[in-house]
Nanobody
Framework: QVRLVESGGGLVQAGGSLRLSCAAS????????MGWFRQAPGKEREFVAG????????DYVDIVKGRFIISRDSAKNTVYLQMNNLNPEDTAKYYC?????????????????WGQGTQVTVSS
């Protein structure tokens, strides 16, 4: 049974930083890709960043490029999202997701497993 557990969310002032973690368990992930998504109240869940698990290639939505960095620790089966220079528009619940594909999942439909989410709130 695949399990994804996010942590690291919280309240931060604009301009601050947070690092989210997603611990994966349940099997090996060499043929998977991971994604970070977020959902603000009243909005659809949207892709933020993703990474191919084995090769480490990455992709980001334009609005976070240069501010967010996705990385992984394969030994810990953990994916991170370092978020810098946060602004109030980044306020959302952040979810990690696992896709049974080497392609980075950019839509919710392409994800097979989800974590429970962690709240990020950025104050102005």
């Amino acid at each position: 049974q695949v399990r994804l557990v996010e942590s690291g969310g919280g309240l931060v002032q604009a301009g601050g930083s947070l690092r989210l973690s997603c611990a994966a368990s349940g099997r090996t992930f060499s043929r998977n890709s991971m994604g970070w998504f977020r959902q603000a109240p009243g909005k659809e869940r949207e892709f933020v960043a993703g990474m191919g698990w084995s090769r480490g290639f990455t992709d980001y939505v334009d609005i976070v490029k240069g501010r967010f960095i996705i990385s992984r620790d394969s030994a810990k089966n953990t994916v991170y999202l370092q978020m810098n220079n946060l602004n109030p528009e980044d306020t959302a619940k952040y979810y990690c997701a696992l896709a049974d594909s080497v392609l980075i999942p950019k839509t919710t439909a392409s994800c097979n497993f989800w974590g429970q989410g962690t709240q990020v709130t950025v104050s102005s």
